[in-house]
Each structure stands twice: as C-alpha cells, then as structure tokens.
C-alpha cells in the first residue's frame, strides 16, 4: 500500500470513530434525511493514483461545490467581463446573507456566496434557455469526472425550490439594482438544479483535476482552461470557498477549498493532488465538520499545505 492509500484509510477510520459529526443542513428538507455517519474521503495524486475511504462512491448533494465549476463556465464564457457582475472578495459574511448587497448596489462580494453564484448562473443562462443551460453544466461535471452517469436529484432541486425565500429574496434584490438580465425564476430554477447534483467523492475528485494540473488533466493531457485562470480559480476558493470560515479552513487545512452544505468539500493541493470529502454534519459556518477535520489531517500527514511546514 502506498503512504497515500494508508493515509487515506487511517483517516477514513478515525473519522468514522469520533462522536462529533455536526449537524445535518435542515433548511433543504431533503438534506435532513441524510445518515450523519456518513464518511467517504477520495484523492487523486498527479500521477492518477487514486486512494479512497470509507463512504467514496456514496452520492450526495454537492450544492455550493457546483459554484466552482459553473464560475469556470461562466469565465469561459464572457472571461474578465464577468467581474464587472461579481467581485472577489470574501465577505466575511454567512453564505445566504443579504446585507453586503445594498451597499454594494448589488454586486456581490465573489461568486461562492449565495448571491454571487446566482449572478454567475445568470451569466450562463444568457442567451440560453434553462434546460441547455442546466444540460451545460451537467455535461460539464459528467465530462470532468469522465463519468456521463451524474445526475441532478430532482427531489432535492425541489426541495430547495420550496423553501428557497432568502435565495429568491437575494436574485429579486440583485434584479432591482439591474445586475441580472434574466428572469429570476429562470436563474433560480438552474442554479437549484446545478446545486442539487449528485456526486461521490471518486467523482468529485476527478472532476477537480484539472484545478491541480495548472487547467490540464493529466491523464488525459486535455486542457480545461488556462494555467492563469486555474491559479486564479484556486485563489478565490482559498478566500472565498469557506463563507466566513474560509481564514479558518485556510488556516488549518492550507488548501484552496470549496464546501457545500450536502456536506462535501473539494480541496486542492496544486501539483500534487484533487481531493473530495464528504461528511454531512456541519459547524456553524455552513462548512462540513469532520470535513474539514479529515482535510486538516490529510494535508498534516502529506505536507501538502501550501503555506509549507
Ligand atoms: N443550494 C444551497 C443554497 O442556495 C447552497 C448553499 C451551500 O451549499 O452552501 O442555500
């Protein structure tokens, strides 16, 4: 077994051992059903070599994991001209939160945040109808992982339709200051499906490949974007990828990262490894508990921060 596999499986096992696993994201009502003890932990190195623990082929929501690739959509879409819509600047702020907006007259702080991604769909939706622009982003992620069998759970998608009001309240709110072209339905009907797609960590850490390799999958040697954009991505999921415990993740993990509330988090460590965890409790922030604690242990054992140490 090589250091990474063992790595990976001791993990995996102490993980499974820790009574402190967070609480499951209840406000999605589908969410709530999710096993707490769930733990599924996958990295894929430079050389393709792929270490999974426990839970890795288990699907689960990957909800705001899905911002990072549809921000690579929508930059490759309209490129820089897309700062015009979003900024890059953490927020400081819970990733539903509606205060920055109008002092900002609607731009958001960066494209993880709630508010952000919803601009970033609104992007892709441009020119489109809803069903291609959904059909875009799905075959992205299918094409990613190199896997055309991920879905969208559309009991999930509707589950965050019910009860989506402070999304709806953020997207109007957006509409009024003139930051969105289209209708707000439209945008909110593509961004709950893009959240609501379903992934297992092994996908998921493939799909983020290409953010390790400088834009290029090494395996297949096929460019997805540009080295710059790449590096540029990376830096805003370490600033931004956590809400406002994104100084914290970077401060233990020292990693770009990016969380969902189904739990997930994908982590890069540039030049050396995709890694995908999933863990549906969550703390305070919105962040994935034993996540972010299995992340923190990975990059320990690896040395694979990229503050060093
Ligand atoms: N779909 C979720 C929402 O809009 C995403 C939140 C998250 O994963 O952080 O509330």
């Not at 540029?232 to 994104?246: E, F, K, P, Q, V």
Request: glycine fraction near 12%.
């Amino acid at each position: 077994m090589s250091k990474l596999d063992c790595v990976v499986k001791e993990i995996a096992d102490e993980m499974r051992q820790r009574p402190d696993r967070g609480a499951v994201a209840d406000y999605i009502a589908e969410l709530a059903h999710i096993d707490p003890k769930a733990f599924g932990l996958a990295v894929i190195d430079a050389d393709g070599e792929l270490a999974c623990g426990g839970d890795c082929d288990t699907s689960f929501s990957i909800q705001s994991i899905s911002k990072v690739f549809t921000l690579t959509l929508a930059l490759g879409k309209v490129g820089d001209r897309l700062w015009q819509r979003v900024g890059r600047e953490p927020s400081g702020s819970p990733f539903n939160s509606i205060v920055q907006l109008e002092r900002e007259r609607g731009i958001p702080r960066n494209p993880f945040i709630n508010a952000g991604a919803i601009a970033v769909t609104d992007v892709i939706l441009s020119g489109h109808q809803p069903r291609e622009a959904l059909g875009e982003i799905l075959r992205f992620m299918q094409f990613l992982a190199d896997d055309p069998s991920i879905t969208i759970d559309s009991a999930v998608a509707a589950s965050e339709d019910r009860t989506g009001f402070r999304n709806r309240a953020l997207a109007n709110y957006m509409k009024s200051f003139g930051v969105l072209e289209n209708p707000v339905d439209f945008i909110l009907g593509v961004y709950f499906h893009h959240c609501a797609i379903a992934m297992s960590c092994r996908q998921l850490a493939l799909a983020g490949r290409f953010l390790a390799h400088q834009g290029r999958n090494p395996s297949t040697g096929l460019s997805v974007v540009q080295p710059e954009r790449a590096r540029r991505i990376n830096a805003i999921m370490l600033t931004c990828g956590h809400y406002d415990g994104s100084g914290e993740f970077a401060y233990r993990v020292g990693l770009p990262g990016k969380s969902g509330v189904g739990g997930g988090i994908l982590a890069i460590a540039p030049g050396k490894a995709s890694v995908a965890v999933w863990s549906p409790g969550l703390d305070a922030s919105g962040n994935s508990h034993l996540g972010r604690i299995a992340l923190e242990a990975l990059t320990n054992r690896m040395g694979w921060s990229i503050f060093g140490g």
